[in-house]
């Protein structure tokens, strides 16, 4: 308010100071005031009162523009700024008081004050860029978060029983017989047997695995180790016959087995292979006990009977003999040799029979 009374107070001034000098000059003249001062007056004060009001606007406009919390303003270039001062408004005075007949200039030199809204339109293109839009939260997984346990592979050694380990040998010698590495099949074996001696199972294809290498020794040595640590097992001492007899070594595997006839509990085998062999070393009553074993447990089996047969004619006991013989013609599907052989046994034997019964 100051500036504007001093303002006022420097236009009736420069007015009186006109007044007087024009009154030295012209004393003898009465000069009428110009009719048009009071109107310039009157447009100095609108136009101090219109740049109060933009002043005022100014302030009550950035307060309402201003946010409740404080942000950082950047402040605008001092150039684009356009204060109000005294110099400008002491300019804009003298330049009214040059041209006081010029009404045109009066309003351009009043139009000059008009920054005053640049301003503040400025201010609020400022403020405006610098409010910072909130970006929307993001919302928060409050799944909790599993630490995931990578997967390793631990190998924990297992402790086997000696029957399990045992086993294992076994079928691992089975499958590298099967590849064609006996020797490591043999020591698969092997262990097999430490692990479990009575693996009977492991010895037989031990021994059958020499015996198939041409070292019957070493078969027969593994064969009768297994009969001496288990004799009640019969399938060593057949193994061991057939291995016997095959070498052309009929009575030793006829001793090996046993005479088997006299255990109820042979098997129909070791019975067979018995009264064969016993056969071959014509040892006519041994073949008799087994082949007689053998029929009473399978009287329809044509082998047994022609065995039987074969065994008691041998021994000149013809009654018995064609007993057998003519059970075993009258058997279906027989083989044709052995029936032709009987029939012509049984031939002989009626004519022997003829003979002794005419001698009486």
């Known amino acids: 308010m100051s500036v504007i009374n001093q303002m006022l107070n420097d236009i009736e001034q420069r007015e009186q100071s006109q007044q007087d000098k024009s009154t030295q000059k012209l004393d003898y003249l009465e000069v009428d005031e110009p009719r048009h001062n009071g109107k310039w007056v009157i447009a100095i004060l609108t136009v101090c009162i219109i740049a109060i009001a933009l002043w005022v606007s100014k302030d009550s406009l950035m307060r309402e523009q201003t946010p409740s919390n404080p942000m950082p303003v950047v402040e605008p270039e001092a150039e684009s700024q ?11 005075t003298i330049l009214l008081s040059k041209n006081e007949a010029k009404e045109e200039t009066a309003i351009t030199a009043g139009q000059e004050l008009k920054p005053v809204p640049v301003v503040v339109e400025q201010q609020k293109l400022v403020t405006d860029a610098i409010v910072v839009k909130k970006q929307p ?6 799944t909790p978060i599993v630490a995931k346990q990578q997967s390793h592979l631990s190998i924990k050694p297992i402790k086997l029983s000696a029957p399990e380990l045992a086993k294992l040998k076994y079928q691992q010698g089975l499958k590298q017989q099967n590849k064609g590495d006996l020797a490591k099949a043999q020591q698969s074996w092997r262990e097999a047997l430490v692990a ?8 037989e294809s031990l021994a059958a695995s020499f015996y198939g ?11 009768q180790q297994g009969t001496a640590l288990y004799p009640d097992y019969e399938n060593y001492r057949i193994l061991m016959a057939q291995i016997l007899f095959k070498q052309q070594r009929a009575k030793a595997a006829l001793e090996v087995l046993d005479q088997p006839h006299k ?12 009264g064969a062999i016993a056969q071959s070393l014509m040892l006519w ?9 053998l029929y009473a447990r399978q009287p329809q089996y044509g082998k047994w009977l022609i065995g039987l047969a074969i065994s008691l004619d041998a021994q000149s006991k013809h009654d ?11 058997l279906p599907n027989v083989d044709s040799s052995l029936s032709q052989y009987a029939q012509e046994r049984l031939k002989q034997i009626k004519k022997k029979i003829q003979i002794r019964e005419h001698n009486g």
């Open 213 to 223: 290498a041409n070292q019957v020794d070493n078969a027969l040595a593994i064969l």
């Open 263 to 274: 255990n109820k509990g042979a098997s129909n085998e070791a019975l067979a292979l018995a």
């Open 285 to 293: 009553p041994q073949a008799q006990h087994n082949y007689q074993a």
């Open 196 to 203: 479990q001696p009575n693996l009977h199972g492991a010895r």
């Open 137 to 142: 939260a993001t919302p928060v997984n409050k």
């Open 82 to 92: 356009l204060p109000i001062t005294e110099e400008s408004i002491a300019a804009d």
């Open 320 to 330: 018995a003999a064609q007993q057998h013989y003519q059970e075993f013609l009258r």
